[in-house]
């Protein structure tokens, strides 16, 4: 059984990433036994929105293998029972997930240079004079509307590139927990839902004396951001005692009658890719999400 805490949450509705982080955590404490403590593939799907409070996952191993294995997790909230099968039969899933378990540290196989390098390379940085604020290359991000209402965007602290964004929905960052506390991969489901609504609130004005940006929206304008669908793929283990530091590149290709896509690239502190993070999600009136109304689908 988990519990959401208030502040990961938006709204009533507990955050999508902190969601998929806790199916992470599932997932490595099942696969203990079979020393396959690491996700590397998992796939999962929004049904209904999730509430604050107690929820239960059930496990079932699609696949048990020397290699890998499959585990299909669901998260549920209605008809939870106090005893054994703990959930009802009739309990229907807020969440499910897909996700495919190995240890990283033992694959072998072929490794090849693909050449594959991001355009628009962000610059440098020195990251002790990062977190001073001494970097001329990086400057924290503070004071967007988002992080004042939606209060999950206050456990990170966010630094973007003191030249501004290539693009309102190209962004990168470099991220570390606001509490001394490093990131490790079961963090890494949090971090890949971090970016996606920026990109959206790139066409919000900073304040009400300032400019609406072209094609955006007026400074008091509030939206909910569901995820519907959200994968993630990981490419290297993070060191045991986790990373402080996080470099992200968020893009966003097509923005449409409040439907938008979202891959984030998670790299390390040493620029080597980390996790490739793909999105479908939605950008949705604030109202609907406050309402007495049980849980309504997406």
Do not use: C
Not at 93 to 105: D, K, L
Not at 173 to 185: D, S, Y
Not at 269 to 277: F, P, V
């Amino acid at each position: 059984m988990v519990r959401t805490k208030q502040w990961l949450t938006l709204a009533t509705v507990p955050n999508g990433g902190y969601v998929a982080s806790v199916f992470l955590k599932v997932a490595e404490r099942h696969l203990e036994k079979n020393n396959q403590p690491d996700t590397l593939t998992a796939t999962w799907t929004y049904l209904s929105r999730a509430q604050v409070g107690h929820a239960r996952l059930l496990v079932q191993e699609s696949k048990i293998g020397r290699g890998t294995s499959v585990l299909h997790v669901s998260l549920h909230q209605n008809k939870l029972l106090d005893v054994a099968p703990w959930i009802s039969p009739e309990s229907k899933a807020e969440v499910v997930a897909y996700m495919t378990n190995g240890n990283i540290a033992q694959e072998q196989g072929v490794s090849l240079p693909t050449q594959w390098a991001l355009s628009n390379h962000p610059p440098g940085a020195d990251l002790e004079k990062v977190k001073k604020g001494e970097d001329p290359r990086w400057v924290r991000m503070h004071g967007r509307p988002i992080m004042k209402r939606i209060p999950m965007f206050g456990h990170l602290e966010y630094y973007q590139r003191k030249e501004g964004h290539v693009l309102p929905t190209t962004q990168d960052f470099w991220v570390r927990l606001a509490h001394p506390e490093n990131m490790t991969p079961m963090h890494l489901g949090y971090i890949a839902d971090a970016l996606p609504p920026l990109m959206i609130e790139s066409y919000r004005p900073n304040s009400k004396d300032d400019p609406i940006p072209p094609g955006g929206f007026p400074i008091n304008k509030g939206f909910w951001y569901p995820t519907l669908s959200m994968s993630l793929d990981v490419k290297k283990r993070l060191p045991p005692q986790g990373t402080e530091w996080l470099r992200l590149r968020a893009v966003s290709r097509t923005i449409v009658n409040g439907r938008y896509d979202a891959e984030v690239l998670m790299f390390d502190q040493d620029g080597e890719l980390l996790a490739i993070s793909n999105h479908t999600a939605m950008a949705l009136d604030f109202e609907r999400n406050l309402g007495q109304r049980g849980r309504p689908k997406i």
